[in-house]
Antibody, heavy 122, light 110 residues
Framework: QVQLVQSGAEVKKPGASVKVSCKAS????????MHWVRQAPGQGLEWMGW????????NYAQKFQGRVTMTRDTSISTAYMELSRLRSDDTAVYYC???????????????WGQGTLVTVSS | QSVLTQPPSVSGAPGQRVTISCTGS?????????VHWYQQLPGTAPKLLIY???NRPSGVPDRFSGSKSGTSASLAITGLQAEDEADYYC??????????FGTGTKVTVL
């Protein structure tokens, strides 16, 4: 069965960086784009970007351009999301989410990781 | 901040029918991009409920249905059950912003 297992909670100081991992199993890792979505406490969902695990190509939401880096290691079927220059308003649960092969007009997220809480506090 | 607007809350008695609207614009839903729906139970990750406007993944009860018209979409829950109490989000694509989610709707079963 498809599983996305994320790394554990993190506490970071303002200005630091955080790197969250998402280990995939139960399917061909390189066959599906991986997206990252975050959710601030009590708030809605916010899309951050995607990585194509096959090519390593990425596309980031404009809001996060210059601060986010998405990478992957195909040998261990793991995707990573690194966010730098953290601020208090980056405190959120970060999710990885798999997207079945599709065109942009039809993309949806069929499996999600369990989420990783990142707390930014001095 | 979200470009897809949903009512903050809807409620209904067990067995009733409730609907959740998702209103967008000509740069997202109105541009022909599909709408998808997710259910988020308290303290858990979102779960895909409807994809491609009106399709249910395997395992999703047929009490859940979706539709899309013009710049809006709707999720209907018929035969409301206590286990349906959750937050619901629509999702689409915006030509300027990329993938976007709705503001979210909390469903309460009275």
């Amino acid at each position: 069965q498809v599983q996305l297992v994320q790394s554990g909670a993190e506490v970071k100081k303002p200005g630091a960086s955080v790197k969250v991992s998402c280990k995939a199993s139960g399917y061909t890792f390189t066959g599906y784009y991986m997206h990252w979505v975050r959710q601030a406490p009590g708030q809605g969902l916010e899309w951050m970007g995607w990585i194509n695990p096959n090519s390593g190509g990425t596309n980031y939401a404009q809001k996060f351009q210059g601060r986010v880096t998405m990478t992957r290691d195909t040998s261990i079927s793991t995707a990573y999301m690194e966010l730098s220059r953290l601020r208090s308003d980056d405190t959120a649960v970060y999710y990885c989410a798999r997207a079945p092969p599709s065109i942009v007009a039809t993309t949806y997220f069929d499996y999600w990781g369990q989420g990783t809480l990142v707390t930014v506090s001095s | 901040q979200s470009v897809l607007t949903q009512p903050p809350s809807v409620s209904g008695a067990p067995g009733q029918r409730v609907t959740i609207s998702c209103t967008g614009s000509s740069s997202n839903i109105g541009a022909g991009y599909d709408v998808h729906w997710y259910q988020q139970l308290p303290g858990t990750a979102p779960k895909l409920l409807i994809y491609g406007n009106s399709n249910r993944p395997s395992g999703v009860p047929d009490r859940f249905s979706g539709s899309k018209s013009g710049t809006s979409a709707s999720l209907a829950i018929t035969g409301l059950q206590a286990e349906d109490e959750a937050d619901y989000y629509c999702q689409s694509y915006d030509s300027s912003l990329g993938y976007v989610f709705g503001t979210g709707t909390k469903v309460t079963v009275l």
